[in-house]
């Protein structure tokens, strides 16, 4: 084709375009129109629209829940101390074999007994009520347990005394209408 002239290719051109319009102007028999028909219809059949659905995340639920107990045996296992949870029986024999722990006072007073009325933590309070039973007419005073004693709890005891006799020491105690320990010096 490369050998025509322009001239040549244009006579051909036209010669195939006319070709094609006298096959549109011949009707075409009815068996291939209904062919035709049918080749149409066909890919709106072939694509039915499918229904979604919905997505079931139950699955998910149980995941978390299983992974819950998991993480929760998990964490009891390594932070709790079971051993401290069954009753060990060696540890009751060592302590029924120790000599139970008898607090000593070593206080200097002249007397024999003295009432403690009373234990706090803070020296505050303590002074506190030592100044409330004086203005009340009571012989009474406060010390620092670890001090006066062979005992490690620091706690602030409040006495009244000393007294002669644990008779006048009872009666003292018993005006205040509040618990109390006697102690012999």
Do not use: H
Request: hydrophobic share 35%; aromatic share 10%; net charge negative.
């Amino acid at each position: 084709m490369s050998e025509r002239t322009n001239d040549d290719k244009l006579r051909i051109l036209q010669e195939r375009l006319a070709q094609i319009k006298k096959k549109n102007e011949t009707p075409t028999p009815p068996r291939f129109q209904r062919e035709e028909v049918i080749e149409i219809a066909t890919p709106q059949v072939e694509t039915p629209i499918k229904e979604k659905k919905p997505l079931d995340l139950g699955w998910v639920k149980k995941v978390v829940i299983v992974g819950s107990v998991a993480f929760g045996v998990y964490y009891g296992y390594t932070n709790i101390d079971f051993n401290s949870l069954v009753p060990d029986l060696s540890s009751e024999e060592v302590v029924e074999e120790q000599a139970p722990f008898e607090l000593e006072y070593n206080l200097n007073f002249t007397g024999n007994q003295l009432a403690i009325i009373g234990s706090f933590e803070d020296e505050g309070s303590a002074k506190a009520m030592v100044n409330d039973l004086k203005v009340k007419g009571f012989k009474c005073d406060y010390f620092f347990l670890p001090n006066q004693s062979n005992s490690t709890e620091e706690i602030y005891n409040v006495f009244i005394g000393p007294y002669e006799n644990e008779e006048e020491t009872n009666q003292w105690a018993k005006s205040l209408e509040a618990e109390f320990t006697i102690i012999n010096l």
